[in-house]
């Protein structure tokens, strides 16, 4: 190939990546068009594949192809993903432990590497994978390229790969890394709070005033299970918990401010009516006490003793922000909305019932619900009226 269509192939393609990156906004579109404008530019591309580690509970990576001008979208999923045969058997493999490109022609069986078998079986002659320089080299980042073209990629075409590769870099560890904080806030604080941090809301105490259905939750009797069971068994216990409550808040659109010890806090701000939040707080309430019955079947059957709590429902506003030392800051809810809610779980045990829900709640909910008269509150220096779902 002469020198001075070689040379055009990735002429100002850093400055394309540049202009491109910041109008498209997204890494898909991104890979999308800056896989065609290689192939625009006389690289003889079929297929490319970029793999990027991220930093999630319950995955792993994400994947997008590029396959003759259509893309797809793929993540992976966390558990055992080393372990698993796809990448034991995969150049992403050698790629991670060598640290350096691989390639193969794909002119015989590739019994070895079941991909590459696969995309010599769809016609494709070559393959390349190259290790993307991150400057944070401990996660698995590259790139691969395949080829259709009779003969395989020619050398000049390996070494213009190799310098698209590296041009591209740095905007995928910009999305990387992005993607990092945003999945690790939402993790660890939830996703309204979460968004408000990356936001930049963290100076301490910088608060607003919301409206909430408040939802506090205990496990009763947990103290007493510690003392008896391993410590493995009770994180187990405790994760099953979690799960039931936690999948119910985030099913009807509620936020877990704060996991403590066996008990948590959660809201349900006042995004349209307050009806509409106390909907999405008793729901996300019933669904717990289902889902807890459920697990309770199932530790039965294993011969294990069944686990029960208490919650509370409040409707009130709270002050939404941040607390805490200069370095070291907690964002969460404070006020006499949330401390009724919290004594009202309380008394959910001198009452022997799973749910009490105050009477701000009870009446903004417009339910039909039953009426346990006045109870002193703690701490308080008054009596509340409290309230239970009416037998079914």
């Known amino acids: 190939m002469p020198p001075d269509i070689a040379a055009f192939r990735t002429a100002e393609l850093g400055h394309w990546l540049a202009r491109n990156a910041r109008e498209m906004g997204r890494l898909d579109l991104l890979f999308q068009s800056y896989c065609h404008e290689l192939a ?4 003889p591309l079929w297929r490319a594949s970029l793999g990027l580690e991220i930093l999630h509970p319950e995955t792993s990576g994400k994947m997008l192809t590029w396959t003759d001008g259509a893309l797809a979208s793929r993540l992976s999923e966390r558990a055992g993903v080393v372990s698993r ?12 432990e060598t640290n350096r490109p691989f390639r193969r022609r794909l002119d015989g069986p590739s019994p070895d590497l079941p991909l590459l078998e696969e995309l010599r079986e769809q016609g494709a002659s070559d393959y390349v994978i190259f290790p993307l320089p991150f400057l944070d080299a401990s996660r698995t980042a590259f790139i691969s390229f395949a080829t259709r073209a009779p003969g395989g990629f020619s050398e000049a075409d390996i070494l213009d790969l190799e310098l698209a590769a590296a041009l591209l870099s ?3 560890e910009r999305f990387v890394l992005r993607r990092v904080a945003v999945d690790v806030l939402e993790t660890y604080v939830g996703r309204r709070t979460g968004e408000r941090i990356f936001g930049g ?3 301490r105490g910088e608060i607003e005033t919301i409206g909430a259905a408040i939802c506090m939750a205990d496990l009763r009797g947990f103290t007493a299970l510690t003392e008896a069971a391993p410590q493995e068994t009770v994180i187990a216990m405790l994760n099953d918990w979690f799960e039931c409550i936690s999948a119910a808040v985030e099913s009807h659109e509620g936020e877990i401010l704060k996991f403590m010890g066996d008990g948590l806090l959660a809201i349900f701000p006042v995004d349209g009516s307050p009806r509409e939040a106390c909907e999405r707080g008793l729901g996300a309430a019933r669904q717990s006490l289902d889902g807890l019955a459920a697990l309770n ?3 039965t059957d294993a011969g294990e003793h069944g686990l029960a709590c208490g919650l509370a429902l409040h409707l009130g506003d709270v002050a939404y922000g941040n607390v805490g030392g200069r370095r070291r800051l907690d964002f969460t809810v404070i006020g006499p909305a949330v401390n009724l809610a919290a004594r009202l779980e309380e008394l959910t045990r001198e009452l022997g ?7 701000a709640f009870a009446a903004a909910s417009g339910r039909d619900l ?3 008269g006045h109870h002193p509150i703690r701490g308080l220096g008054r009596r509340e009226q409290v309230f239970v779902l009416p037998a079914p």
């Not at 625009?40 to 690289?43: F, P, T």
């Not at 019932?353 to 009477?359: A, F, H, I, N, T």
């Open 170 to 172: 740095p905007y995928a």
């Open 297 to 299: 079947r199932r530790r």
């Open 201 to 203: 809301r963290i100076e």
């Open 353 to 359: 019932v799973p749910l009490l829900m105050s009477e």
């Open 40 to 43: 625009s530019r006389g690289l």
């Open 370 to 372: 039953v009426s346990l």
């Open 85 to 96: 045969p796809d990448y034991l058997k995969s150049p992403v493999r050698i790629v991670d």
